[in-house]
């Protein structure tokens, strides 16, 4: 997970987005999978999230990101006008992906959707997993369509566009930013033995 601040996140090709998936499910079932519950559910403080809730966000964001990615790959689904605007999606696209990496300095609040719980299950970790999985496999089931040119709408906000493939270079550039972030949680003092 350290490698991530020399990562043009803009630029990842899909092979390296689908690498990329993979080892952060592979580095977050090494990193988290032997916490205890006790470990995964604790706070540092009031305002920051656990490890479990940091994982239960990037879970329920993927799940709502690869419907958005169905969405925008249907090809009988009638574009709205922003998908239509030429340079918009690409503004966009850019401006997510560095504002959402790990090296960003700006701290953003959760939308209401994506919120996690203040308890999550200890199976999270599973879940999460499963879940890069899924959005891998999309990566694959998209197949042969032009991932830069297929348009999709954030599925949190309604008039941002932006590629598929800057969709998908979101998941990673995010899934590594709360990834860093439950990493910090685990090295705070009071983190449970």
């Known amino acids: 997970m350290g490698e991530a601040e020399h990562v043009n996140f803009a630029a990842l090709t899909i092979d390296q987005v689908r690498e990329n998936l993979d080892r952060i499910a592979a580095d977050a ?19 920051r999230w656990s490890v479990a809730q940091c994982l239960e966000h990037l879970v329920q964001t993927n ?8 969405r925008a790959a249907d090809p009988g689904r009638p574009r ?32 209401p959707a994506v919120s996690p719980p203040s308890d999550v299950d200890p199976g999270v970790i599973e879940r ?10 999309l990566t694959v089931s998209l197949g042969d369509r032009d991932l830069e040119t297929t348009i999709m709408v954030s599925p949190f ?4 566009t932006y590629s598929v493939l800057d969709g998908l270079r979101l998941v990673v550039a995010h899934d590594l930013r709360h990834l860093q972030q439950a990493k910090h949680v685990t090295d705070s003092a009071g983190f449970p033995a």
Do not use: E
């Open 128 to 137: 999460f997993i499963a879940a890069q999985r899924d959005v891998s496999g």
């Open 29 to 47: 079932g090494s990193t988290f999978g032997s916490l205890s519950a006790r470990q995964l559910n604790w706070r540092p403080d009031a305002v």
């Open 157 to 160: 906000v309604s008039w941002i």
């Open 80 to 111: 709205t006008r922003w998908q239509r605007l030429p340079v918009v999606p690409r503004v966009f696209g850019r401006l997510l992906i560095s504002s959402q990496a790990p090296t960003a300095k700006r701290k953003f609040t959760a939308v």
């Open 63 to 70: 799940r709502a990101m690869c419907l958005a990615f169905h």
